[in-house]
């Protein structure tokens, strides 16, 4: 085709260069939800994600070990030890320049030695190793403060998910959320497919008064928003007893899934070859045998597509969790929602909350990526008609 | 009882339950109550066969009925009660109490907003990567990283893009992209470039896009062709409106491009995005824009696809340019295509709500419906405020409900 096309190569090098760039713009911001789960709250709050992929240079201000902890060689009073150590900064800096006082902090390079008349001779390695020796005794409580120059390596940490994960913490554990939206989402997705199967079937194959206006309701009730079931189903839910808890959230998301996945079966159904299904009623099956032993195995597809769209929207959702699952104790809060108060609670603390955010987001990218096929399928059938 | 068990009971209980009854309500059909023997049999086999459909709609149609189609009736009447007395009929009082709320109406105009940027950007933006990937050799994988933030959730989302527009104070490292990129520029010849130029280009393109618009919705009138566009008598009018609407638009590109040219950035300073009024809609936006983008491009790819080869071929042997072939060939032939993917993001566009609830809460004026309908049921406790503005929502969608209806029956024919 390109070559009936005539393509200019140039065109193509732009096409290409233009897709990579859209690429880019499109990960970019979950790889720095990504990479910043990974790094520690120090590294987030002082520099941008990007930077944290490659050396850094960082300028510090770190302190000797203090005069108290100093030796005596000979005639020498004499304190060493590591910089980075002495401060818990990371211990793979490399030192580049540095100094001794705030306004010359480049004079001297790793291994050279400075000279700070009463306050001693400082000899520094690019390591961090330091040794401070003094002709008369140290005095003071604090060390001596150095300026350094350090190229940082690129750090990374699997602290956050072990804070988020199994810390048990009341505000920050994503434990419980994270098994209770999976109690959420199973049966919320199984039970519509095995109601809304037998209805597509019978508005496919079954003959009817009224059928067409049933698929027309159906359609029409694909688009309902379902705000407007908010306040009456919550008053039902509490008027019967359910209450707010999980069988309420169950029942909710079953009957706000039931229009799309009646739709999208009964349009595949309507698909399969008439034959098979003619031969078999010829044969003596019954309807319910039909569909039990033909129609559903050769619906897998479709079956699929729908199971992938109704977990992936509730696993996200958070309106009908909101109101109908969580009660003023929140212990059946879902991972959406503790997001959403992480984000009012700690809204500065991004590396609790980019780990969070990626514990939620990672099971429907495995999904994702795991069944895409099928998602383009039901995505398809669901929309191009 | 542990949830996880309670769930695995309710899988149980609720498969099990599906298929016993469908299983036992057929045997008792078939055995007992028209058996297909003694002397009525073929009278019983044809009434055993009216019955069973219903059998087998009877759980769905329920369920339909009571979660969906009950509920808008009952929002229909609690928005005229009031719950404060005891759910007496109040008439058009929530109403008339809504309108007369300045939050409602800028929850009104930013849908509005929101109906206009959301669809038209990420039709746009899908429309250019399925035509880019198609025929590329790693097309594929290009389209399904662009595809991906389809599952992400809105929430995630949101944390998401809060880090792009992250704020340090000034002086520190900026920690959000947004600003560290805002903060590159000085004001210079890349600031103009970038910030002035190529703004101002884009929205040139939408105002000529509208011109064009305005054009073609007028010309039968203008040259008194009204009798070739359908000459329904809805036509004219509905011309009129959407030449209102293009006519509208434009104005708003041709301020815009003024007010870009004249206004005065504040280079150097940091700038908390999410609270700069007007504007910071858009950076929500550009949220639900980053999500849309995969749909759009996943079902325009395939429209692109099913495009037959030898139009484009003619076209090319009649010596038509890419362009040419894109916007005179291709477009016009998935028009249907792109219609419904517009209508379909309308409708999220309409339900807009862990978006704004995340990352603003309607506050700094980005309220929307869906969210002033929430603040309204369970922090103002004003369920009939609040049935009221889901109603307008309801009413919002009901043009996308009657179209959609209209061309399923028309498809069934």
Not at chain 2, 16 to 38: H, W
Not at chain 2, 210 to 229: D, K, Q
Request: one cysteine or more.
């Amino acid at each position: 085709m390109s070559s009936i096309a005539g393509k200019k190569s140039g065109l193509t090098w732009a096409v290409h260069l233009s897709v990579v760039a859209l690429v880019l713009l499109w990960l970019f911001p979950t790889v720095g939800l990504f990479v910043s789960s990974f790094r520690t709250a120090d590294q987030i709050s002082t520099s941008g994600w990007w930077k944290s992929l490659f050396t850094q240079e960082q300028n510090l201000v770190l302190r000797t070990a203090a005069p108290d902890t100093q030796r005596q060689e000979g005639a020498l009073y004499v304190i060493d030890g590591n910089l980075f150590a002495d401060n818990d900064a990371s211990t793979d800096a490399t030192i580049s320049v540095w100094g001794t006082s705030s306004r010359a902090i480049s004079d001297y390079q790793p291994g050279d030695t400075a000279d700070m008349g009463d306050d001693g001779r400082l000899t520094l390695q690019a390591n961090g190793d330091y040794r401070l020796e003094n002709d008369a005794e140290f005095s003071g409580r604090r060390g001596e403060r150095v300026f350094v120059t350090a190229q940082t390596p690129p750090q990374f940490t699997l602290a956050n998910y072990e804070q988020v994960l199994f810390s048990g913490s009341t505000t920050d554990s994503m434990a419980r959320a994270f098994f209770n939206t999976l109690t959420v989402t199973i049966p919320a997705t199984i039970i519509p497919i095995v109601v809304a199967a037998f209805a597509a079937y019978a508005l496919a194959w079954m003959r009817f008064p009224g059928r067409a206006l049933l698929i027309a309701a159906v359609v029409a009730l694909l688009v309902v928003p379902l705000q407007l079931a908010l306040i009456p189903l919550l008053r039902l839910h509490l008027g019967i007893g359910i209450g707010k808890g999980y069988l309420g959230v169950w029942l909710a998301h079953t009957g706000f899934g039931l229009p799309l996945a009646v739709y999208l079966l009964r349009n595949y159904m309507v698909g399969l070859p008439r034959d098979i299904i003619e031969n078999a009623k010829v044969d003596g099956a019954t309807d319910f045998q039909i569909f039990t032993r033909i129609i559903l195995p050769l619906s897998f597809p479709a079956l699929a597509s729908f199971a992938i769209f109704q977990f992936l929207w509730t696993w996200n959702d958070l309106l009908v969790a909101k109101v109908f699952l969580i009660d003023a104790t929140g212990e059946t809060t879902v991972m959406t929602n503790q997001i959403v108060e992480l984000l009012g609670t700690r809204g500065g603390n991004w590396e609790i909350l980019a780990t969070a955010a990626f514990v939620s987001i990672a099971v429907p990218l495995i999904v994702f990526f795991a069944m895409q096929r099928y998602l383009v399928r039901g995505l398809l059938a669901g929309s191009v008609k | 009882m542990h949830p996880a068990v309670q769930g695995l009971i309710t899988i149980i209980v609720g498969v099990g339950g599906c298929v016993g009854y469908f299983y036992l309500s057929n045997q008792f059909l078939d055995k007992v109550l028209f058996p297909a023997r003694g002397p009525n049999a073929g009278r019983n086999i044809t009434r055993a066969n009216q019955i069973r459909p219903w059998l087998f709609l009877f759980p769905a149609v329920f369920a339909l009925g009571l979660y969906l189609a009950y509920p808008v009736f009952e929002t229909l009447r609690l928005s005229f009660t009031d719950r404060s007395a005891g759910g007496a009929f109040v008439g058009l009082d929530n109403y008339s109490q809504m309108v007369s709320e300045p939050k409602f109406w800028e929850a009104m105009k930013n849908n509005m907003l929101w109906l206009i940027v959301v669809p038209a950007a990420s039709t746009a933006f899908g429309l250019l990567v399925a035509q880019l990937t198609d025929r590329i050799s790693w097309g594929n994988i290009a389209k399904s990283l662009i595809f991906m933030p389809m599952a992400i959730s809105f929430v995630g989302a949101s944390v998401i893009f809060k880090l792009v527009y992250d704020t340090r104070p000034a002086g520190q490292d900026q920690i959000g992209v947004l600003n560290a990129m805002w903060l590159s520029f000085d004001g210079g010849a890349w600031a103009v470039l970038f910030l002035r130029l190529m703004p101002s280009a884009i929205l040139a393109a939408f105002a000529a896009f509208m011109l064009y618009g305005i054009y073609v919705s007028l010309r039968p009138l203008l040259w008194g062709e009204a009798e070739r566009g359908g000459g329904s008598w809805w036509a004219v009018p509905l011309r009129f409106v959407v030449a209102l609407g293009s006519a509208w638009l434009l104005w708003l590109s041709a301020n815009s491009i003024l007010s870009l040219f004249t206004a005065a950035l504040p280079y150097g300073e940091p700038q908390t995005w999410l609270t700069i009024p007007f504007w910071n809609n858009f950076f929500l936006m550009v949220v639900l824009i980053w999500i849309q983008t995969g749909f759009a491009m996943v079902i325009l790819s395939a429209a692109l696809r099913g495009i037959p080869e030898e139009t484009i071929e003619a076209a090319i042997i009649d010596g038509a340019n890419p362009f040419d072939i894109f916007f005179k060939i291709k477009i016009p032939q998935i028009m249907g295509t792109i219609v419904v993917v517009w209508t379909t993001i309308t409708l999220v566009v309409l339900k807009i709500f862990d978006i704004v609830f995340a990352m603003t809460n309607g506050q700094w004026e980005t309220q929307v419906l869906a969210n002033y309908m929430y603040d309204k049921l369970f922090r103002a406790n004003d369920w009939g405020v609040g049935s009221a503005s889901a109603i307008v929502i309801m009413l919002l969608v009901t043009p996308i409900l009657i179209w959609n209806v209209y061309n399923a029956r028309k498809e069934m024919r």
